[in-house]
């Protein structure tokens, strides 16, 4: 009875010793701890399990906000003249994407060239300016005449850059180097061929220049002038 006795009050101590232990340590409080989580109540979702990330606007170093150029900065370098340009047009239209422009003058130029070879003037009037519209149209009308015909197929831009950009007033003018591949050809009234190749593929290197008034809102470009560097 005693051996047991002993034994129990062994055990007893040993178990009050432990918790006294556990509780120096767990029940300790640092002023850090979370707040009790109530399963039912509403909770925002944590940033890593929504993937949102908050960006603060990004300082150059005279304080303006560049988050605002990316899109610039990300088509053409920083700090040149074809840059400061474009971002002078962004002040006057935020709506301003320079690659947006590009791919845009890309399917103006390929719907002007076919729109040429066919007369189509319709098409033409749409996308020119009065002056080059006037300028297409006498050489359509020339072309008529001597009951000539245009046969194009427009193979294809191998490369669109763009050159020149300014802002004048409201006029927003840009210009874009253009190598463009098509197969041409020129028949007289009796079917023979006078200029070009039915057959061959040739390079046109062109520079033209879009304008557009930043304050309509209008948003479509006109091509104010041409120039041939073949």
Do not use: C
Not at 43 to 71: F, M
Not at 111 to 130: C, E, H, N, P, W
Not at 148 to 160: H, Q, R
């Amino acid at each position: 009875m005693g051996s047991f006795d002993f034994i129990t009050l062994f055990f007893l101590v040993a178990a009050v010793i432990i918790f006294l232990q556990l509780r120096s340590v767990l029940g300790k409080r640092t002023g850090s701890e979370r707040p009790p989580v109530d399963p039912y109540s509403p909770r925002e979702a944590a940033p890593e399990a929504t993937g949102k990330v908050v960006q603060l606007p990004r300082r150059d170093g005279t304080g303006e906000d560049i988050s605002r150029y990316a899109d610039i900065d990300a088509f053409t370098k920083a700090g040149t003249p074809l840059n400061d340009a474009l971002r002078r047009m962004s002040d006057a239209d935020p709506n301003f994407d320079p690659q947006e422009f590009v791919n845009g003058a890309k399917m103006a130029y390929e719907m002007i060239v076919m729109a040429f070879a066919d007369g189509d003037r319709k098409t033409l009037k749409g996308l020119l300016s009065r002056e080059v519209y006037e300028g297409f149209d006498a050489a359509i009308s020339e072309r008529e005449s001597k009951g000539e015909v245009v046969k194009s197929t427009f193979v294809g831009i191998e490369k669109a850059d763009m050159v020149h950009a300014e802002t004048k007033d409201s006029e927003a003018n840009i210009t874009l180097r253009i190598i463009s591949q098509l197969i041409s050809a020129t028949y007289d009234k009796s079917g023979a061929i006078i200029d070009g190749d039915a057959e061959a593929v040739s390079e046109v290197n062109d520079l033209w220049t879009f304008s557009r008034d930043i304050r309509s809102r209008d948003p479509n470009w006109k091509l104010i002038a041409t120039e041939s560097e073949n």
